[in-house]
């Protein structure tokens, strides 16, 4: 099986690195953030709520900027109680993905949620999300999840991995055997350790960034980082996570971040090239089993 790089058209020994940026529509300053991440500064990739409040300004927001690749970021979990969403589907098809007031999951009831959640209503939630952005003109590069490392649960990886098939679409995945799953059929997945910035303490982020890239190893790897906007209405809405954010925001904005990638010869890309080297390998498996 050719390297990660290698799929991708790159160097075997080449330092490759995908900064995705997630949340995108989670709310206003999630969005505005985002979009300067990408414009300004060095992420490559992004990942969208279509449950969201704010999932139809980010989807105009990505209607305008077509050249931003960005996936599905499949969401089961609510995180902001003084704003919340709910599923896309109707709650009366979906019982098992809701708590006992029939409102999404918050992430610390995340147990609760993957010991209750039948598959089929979780792929019928998963495909309401994909109907919403093919109904708004989009076409997304890849399928990942809101909080659920590689779906939470195999049958649910499984499940998704089916409707990435359907669709033509990549699967970011962190686990091993996840990267052993897709390993199996020559597709592409990051082949080190997952960075989310969120296990990073802001107070040290730019540091701690500065050693992660500089002993990048040779090969696929990616960070998820999470930007957003520090104002009132972001601290209010979301006090967990607005620190972490803005503190996100101003490390891959920075000139420094930029330099470090110049200055260690690391290759950015995205999850289109990765999804370009998945329908390759699809169209190699059609063809065997047309013989």
Known sequence: MDSANEA??????ARTLIVSADDFGMY???????????????????????????????????RARPHLPFGIHLTLLCDTP?????????????????DGRGALFTPDRLPELLAQARPEEAETEFRAQLDAVAAAGLTPTHLDWHCLADGGRPDIFDLTLALADEHGLAVRAWLPSSHE?????????????????????????????????????PGL????VHPGLDTPEARSLDPDGWHVRS?????????????????????????????????????????????
């Open 82 to 98: 003084a704003r919340p969403w709910g599923p896309l589907t109707a709650r009366e098809r979906v019982p098992s993905l809701l």
């Open 221 to 224: 790897s990616e960070w998820a």
């Open 28 to 62: 206003g300053e999630v969005n505005e953030a985002v979009v300067r991440a990408f414009e300004d500064g060095i992420v490559s990739s992004c990942g969208l709520m279509p449950p969201c409040p704010a999932a139809e300004e980010a989807m105009a927001m990505l």
């Open 181 to 217: 799953r897709l390993g199996r059929r020559g597709l592409t997945s990051v082949e080190h350790d997952f960075v989310d910035s969120f296990t990073l303490d802001p107070a040290t982020k730019e540091a701690r960034c500065e050693e992660l890239l500089r002993t990048l190893p």
């Open 247 to 291: 503190t996100d925001l101003a490390h891959v904005t920075s000139p420094r971040a930029r330099e470090l990638l110049d200055e260690e010869g690391i290759v950015v890309t995205d999850y289109a090239a990765v999804s370009r080297a998945w329908e390759r390998v699809r169209t190699s498996e059609r063809a065997r089993a047309s013989q």
């Open 8 to 13: 991708l058209g790159l160097p075997r020994e």
